[in-house]
């Protein structure tokens, strides 16, 4: 298949399934809220290196987690009673981006997070689409993650963990969250052993496509999470 080129007065993208053997779609466009928006809600999300042109991909496999299924090990779920740390949702998107930014991940040359990219998606945050998860150690911010909240599935970006175990607190909190505002689908986009252990697992693209086009509305409501989710689930 070929990589299309977007064209950037058109935030239309090509059928999902048209990529090629890479996962790659398409290259180029732009990061405004419209398009990312329209990315998510096509079942494609952009991914690129900071000496890269703009490349939205949609890979086969999908990796996903269905809430129901998150793993919670003994260990965790002791953590978690004895509230080892704090949970907050949407109260430092910035910091929570930034620091997915720049933690140190060591099968990684470096961020795929570039500046243009951390400006979109606070932007998109500030509009209500993005949301954070915040893990705080008293007053210090040592975990979390942020992604696109859409057609009741979570679109995962990324996350970061300063303090052992701090993002898995953090993401289990957010999956029983999620579970009660009746959520079906978390996006986790590409496999990784960390994310298979907490219960995600790889479905076809044509799986994960069929999903995004019976749920294809580009609607999302601007709501305070930090005000309708809970933390005292164990």
């Known amino acids: 298949m070929p990589i299309f080129q977007l064209e950037d007065n058109n935030n239309q993208f090509p059928p999902a399934r048209m990529t090629d053997d890479s996962g790659i779609l398409a290259v180029g466009g732009d990061l405004t809220p419209g398009r990312i928006i329209e990315a998510y809600a096509s079942g494609v999300f952009p991914w690129f290196n900071p ?66 990219m951390k400006a979109a998606y606070v932007h998109l945050h500030k509009i209500g689409f993005m949301h954070s998860v915040e893990v705080w150690d008293e007053d210090e911010l040592i975990g979390g993650l942020y992604g696109g909240a859409m057609n009741k599935c979570f679109y995962g970006e990324s996350m970061f963990s300063k303090k052992s175990n701090a993002s898995k607190f953090g993401f289990i909190t957010l999956c029983k969250n999620l579970i009660e505002q009746g959520y079906e689908l978390i996006d986790c986009q590409m496999h990784t052993d960390h994310l298979e252990s907490l219960g995600a697992e790889e479905i076809p693209r044509d799986a994960f496509l069929l999903y995004v086009e019976r749920n294809q509305q580009r609607e999302f409501k601007k709501v305070d999470w930090n005000s309708i989710f809970r933390t005292d689930f164990y």
């Not at 991909?57 to 998150?70: G, H």
């Not at 949407?90 to 929570?96: I, S």
């Open 51 to 116: 000496e890269d042109p703009l490349l939205w991909w949609s890979p086969d496999p999908r990796c996903v987690l269905y809430p129901d299924n998150i793993k919670v090990s003994k260990s965790m779920r002791q953590l978690l009673r004895r509230k080892t740390y704090t949970v907050t949702f949407d109260q430092a998107f910035e910091d929570v981006i930034t620091s997915c930014q720049e933690i140190f991940r060591p099968d990684q040359g470096g961020t795929w997070i570039t500046d243009e």
